[in-house]
């Protein structure tokens, strides 16, 4: 992870670990994805996708702002053919993504603001 100031808010900083969070949680030692390890060009798109979804399931839940950022155009390309190769790949990208999501936010200690309790 780059250094805090390296980021324009903390939002940035914050969303930036929850992505690289979620990549940590493809480990063998925790949820074990085979896209993590892979040198196959439409595995990397498929972690990276898994990835930036889960880290906008944690930002969702705890939160953070999510900005658009300028890698996320060059992701984009990739995220694209590995949809056109597999039909189901957003599908199961959701999925991976928020097994690393529950993951993450399982081992810390989240708690619901007052209004979202009083809603439910």
Request: proline share 2%.
């Amino acid at each position: 992870m780059p250094e805090f100031a390296d980021f324009h808010t903390s939002d940035d900083y914050y969303s930036t670990l929850a992505h690289e969070l979620c990549h940590a949680t493809g480990h063998v030692d925790r949820l074990a994805r085979p896209s993590l390890i892979s040198t196959n060009r439409e595995d990397y798109a498929r972690e990276e996708l898994v990835a930036e979804l889960g880290a906008a399931f944690v930002s969702a839940t705890i939160g953070i702002k999510l900005h658009d950022r300028e890698d996320h155009a060059a992701y984009l390309a990739s995220w694209l053919q590995a949809l056109r190769n597999d039909k189901r790949c957003i599908f199961t990208a959701a999925r991976l993504a928020q097994d690393a999501s529950d993951w993450l936010l399982s081992r810390m200690a989240v708690e619901t603001a007052p209004e979202m309790d009083e809603a439910a």
